[in-house]
């Protein structure tokens, strides 16, 4: 990382990655008694962490539910979370809980004995307690619109941030493209050829919401701004124009 005059370079923990894709995401597979099914829009999360789904009457997710002894058949929830932005490998993690459900209201409730999230750094059993403390990062529901703005207005931009990456990260690069926001720093995704890699941008101080975000971003520009353009970018500019 090129800057080293920031002071924060926290990252989300593993319970709060886990609780923001339990937050964001739109659907959820869920693999019970052998069988496997697929919901879309049916999932909304307690503040505990617990996961509510929603299913239709003739669900053989809740056949085995109303029939299982005691009511709570064992199952796995899995989770992905996508890129907002166009990148290769656009899956940045994945989330499995495992657990059983209870029919409550109307609906399956699913109370989680095991949390794994497995990111690109590899996979981590998370705590239950700090998952059921854990709140999802304040700007996951904006993290999409946040990112696919700056990916098609401010192309510019991003290749200005660029400047605040080690030369190293950016040999051989073809393409820069916003990975993921949080409220502790930006992530880009450094495409190559044949491979790539992703480098973060740590904020100065956290972000709580957008427009602590857009100071944040300021601070970051304003740093590339003073910085020197990377030789191995000004290559590539260079041979492009050609």
């Known amino acids: 990382m090129g800057d080293d005059t920031h002071g924060w370079t926290a990252a989300p923990g593993a ?16 693999t019970a008694e052998g069988s496997r099914e697929e919901f879309v829009g049916a999932h909304s999360v307690t503040d505990d962490g617990r996961v509510l789904l929603q299913v239709p009457e003739d669900s053989p997710l809740l ?23 166009p990148v290769r490998s656009r899956i940045r ?41 854990a709140a999802p990062d304040p700007l996951a529901g904006a993290e999409a619109r946040l990112l696919t703005h700056l990916a098609d207005c401010h192309a510019d931009a991003v290749e200005r941030l660029t400047r605040l990456v080690d030369v190293g990260s950016l040999h051989g690069a073809v393409r820069v493209r916003p990975l993921a926001v949080d409220r502790h720093g930006l992530t880009l995704r450094i495409e ?51």
Do not use: K, Y
């Open 93 to 133: 993690a994945r989330l499995w809980l495992a657990g059983w459900f209870s029919v409550r209201e109307g609906h399956l409730a699913f109370q989680p004995t095991r949390v794994v999230l497995r990111q690109p750094s590899g996979a981590v059993v998370v705590d239950l307690d700090d998952f059921a403390a």
């Open 192 to 242: 190559r050829v044949r491979a790539g890699g992703d480098v973060r941008l740590p904020f100065h101080a956290p972000a709580d919401d957008v427009g602590q975000l857009t100071e944040r971003m300021h601070v970051l520009l304003s740093q590339a701004t003073a910085a020197s353009c990377p030789r191995s970018l000004q290559r590539q500019r260079a041979d492009g124009d050609r």
């Open 63 to 85: 056949v085995t539910a109303i029939c299982a002894p005691r009511g709570e058949p064992s199952a796995v929830l899995e989770f992905a979370d996508v890129a907002p932005v």
């Open 15 to 30: 319970a709060e990655r886990a609780r923001s894709m339990l937050a964001t995401a739109w659907s959820c597979a869920v």
